[in-house]
């Protein structure tokens, strides 16, 4: 079964970018992927730009219209997610457990629908 682990942070809790905390975090996540990577569990995962860099799209009576910046206010933004293939919901859920994130942060764990396309 596929799995989106979307990573959600909050600058209240977060690691500042930069520091030498911020880059022994970024070593865990780097050893997390190489391991998932070495056993077959993973498919993808990224990081991603801070909410001020994104856009909104919406049509809106046939007209495009974007907006600047993320589409509600919130305190949690997604920061990055792993996509992965795993036998069991528990697996999903322990491999969240495992993102250094979860330490600080939520790990929304979310099944993949299978369209069969």
Known sequence: MKYMLLIYQDDATGVPEGTPEWHELVAEYV????????????????????????????????????????FAETQEWLGGYY?????????????AARIPGSRTDSIEVRQILDLGL
Request: one cysteine or more.
């Open 31 to 70: 050893a997390l992927d190489n391991d998932l990577k070495a056993n077959g569990t993973l498919i993808d995962s990224q990081p991603l730009h801070r909410p001020e860099t994104a856009c909104t799209v919406r049509i809106r009576d046939g007209k495009t219209l974007v907006t600047d910046g993320p």
């Open 83 to 95: 996509y992965v293939d795993v036998p069991t919901r528990d697996d999903a859920i322990a491999i």
